[in-house]
């Protein structure tokens, strides 16, 4: 087992569970004669919600002849996943987690005065764009949904309209899209709303919108809040419409946000957020603008213009349509770190510290979205990993984050959100006159070598490789402490000293 263990994970190999395909009705839930929950064990692992796997796993694994594998789709074109070894080796490392502090954990939060269940709410996006979907959502958990942009004007959709990125397993690591808004009438969505009131009186649903001019966005604002919805989002940042005066080109202009803010505002006694755009190089003017508007919040980030790709066979930038590609917009795990930027710039703006921030951008895991909330969200929205893995998702970010806080002793979400954003500062007020050297723990190392290679050609030629015992050393006079070893190390084999050395 290679994965760092500490109080919120197993010290777990995740390079097994990554072949799992977490399929719909899993067979190996279906063969195996103890639980019919291995499916949803794996799942949890594969969510890196480690102690609710553990509390899943109420079974022992150890005498057991594998049926479950034998249930395994991938059995008939590779190797079934090796899903006793999993749970035996979860099970054991199970035992090393320590005990809560609290019996329970409040998830409970708010967008401006509005109550919410837990952070977790759908983007507006394909994943909220129907009555039933939506349904389907709220039953699954998720505390809400921005429902799929409402607009008065016609949308003209391309086909196909996605491609992707994949890592070394089946997942996506990028995802691009090249969709426009709701292809439903005003009137179709708004009934949609209403029925979503009536059926699910504690679910938050807020209305994405977008006008032409000032006059419908004031409009469809106005409609929203008198067929039931909870909040209005200003759509200032789909990078995919037909007209330049729409869209991104709206989130790129100070003058446009806060025009279009005030006439939402004046339409309206919701609470309005901004949605913003990261295709511009700094967005707090652009928060701000959307503040003078009237704005209670801002949700970021929207999709990256992007082209993913080219096919080098057909001679064209993926998706292709009829021989011809566009620009469109990234999501997924990629763009996670550009917005956690965006969130961190906001959250320490002064001027800004009274507004809601709504996180979007690469969230698939608990613990992707305690990140955002620690760096100033109080709510996070989700699309890219519901498309990929199904509204079922929340499940495990719901017990994840729980657990999380019932062992750290912290019962309230509210006391979560911010808790790292002063850890960010400007490029002056880092230390930059100390070293922490790398420590290698050779019990633990493979004999490689990635850490010499890394070092001797992308670092300072600090390490030495004995070719015989191959084992790698550290000369202490040459390292800077870049720590380039200890992120190429697969076996998690090379630590961090705990004593700075000053230069």
Not at 169 to 178: D, T, Y
Not at 215 to 239: D, H, Q, R
Not at 430 to 451: A, M, Q, S, W, Y
């Amino acid at each position: 087992m290679t994965e760092r263990s500490d109080k919120y994970i197993l010290s777990f190999d995740r390079s097994e569970i990554n072949r799992c395909l977490l399929c719909h009705d899993p067979e190996c839930s279906n063969a195996c004669p103890k639980s019919d929950s291995v499916g949803d064990i794996l799942r949890s692992l594969y969510f890196r919600n480690y102690r609710g796997a553990i509390k899943k796993l109420d079974f022992d694994c150890t005498d057991c002849s594998a049926p479950c594998e034998k249930g395994c789709i991938l059995k008939n074109k590779k190797s079934p996943v090796e899903i006793r070894k999993i749970l035996i080796q979860a099970k054991k490392d199970g035992h090393n987690l320590p005990d809560p502090v609290l019996e329970d954990a409040d998830l409970s939060t708010d967008i401006c005065g509005v109550p919410l269940e837990n952070p977790f709410l759908l983007s507006s996006s394909v994943v909220s764009s129907s009555y039933d979907m939506c349904k389907r959502a709220f039953e699954a958990g998720w505390a809400g949904a921005s429902f799929k942009t409402i607009c008065t004007f016609p949308q003209h959709e391309t086909s196909p309209r996605f491609s992707v990125l994949r890592g070394r397993s089946h997942a996506f690591s990028g995802f691009k899209n090249i969709e426009q808004l709701s292809d439903h009438s005003v009137k179709e969505n708004l009934e949609i709303f209403k029925k979503l009131r009536d059926e699910f009186p504690t679910k938050v649903i807020i209305a994405s919108i977008m006008g032409q001019n000032e006059e419908e966005w004031t409009e469809l604002a106005s409609l929203c809040e008198k067929a039931g919805a909870c909040v209005i989002e200003c759509n200032f940042s789909c990078p995919n419409m037909e007209s330049d005066s729409l869209g991104v080109t709206i989130g790129q202009s100070e003058e446009l946000v806060e025009r279009f803010t005030r006439a939402v505002r004046s339409g309206t006694s919701l609470p309005v957020l901004a949605k913003l755009t990261p295709n511009i190089t700094d967005m707090v003017p652009i928060a701000l603008a959307a503040k003078r508007g009237g704005a209670d919040g801002i949700s970021a980030i929207n999709t990256i213009n992007s082209i993913t790709g080219v096919d080098i066979d057909r001679l064209v930038a993926e998706p292709a349509v009829s021989g011809r590609s566009i620009v469109g917009g990234y999501s997924g795990a990629a763009v996670k770190p550009i917005a956690l930027r965006f969130i961190s710039d906001m959250t320490r703006c002064p001027e800004l510290r009274d507004m809601h921030l709504s996180g979007i951008g690469g969230i698939e895991t608990w613990i992707d979205a305690l990140e955002f909330i620690l760096l100033g969200s109080g709510s996070v929205q989700v699309t890219t990993a519901v498309m990929q893995y199904g509204y079922r998702i929340v499940e495990d970010m719901i017990e994840g984050l729980t657990e999380y806080m019932k062992l750290k002793g912290i019962s309230s979400l509210k006391n979560l959100i911010g808790g790292a954003s002063d850890t960010v500062v400007d490029h002056k007020s880092i230390k930059r006159d100390t070293v922490l050297f790398p420590v290698f723990i050779h019990e633990l190392c493979n004999g490689c070598g990635r850490c010499y290679i890394s070092c001797r050609d992308g670092g300072h030629q600090a390490i030495k490789f004995d070719p015989e015992t191959r084992r790698p050393s550290l000369d202490g006079s040459r390292c800077v402490g870049c720590h380039l070893c200890r992120l190429v190390c697969s076996e998690k084999a090379i630590k961090t000293a705990k004593k700075a050395i000053s230069r």
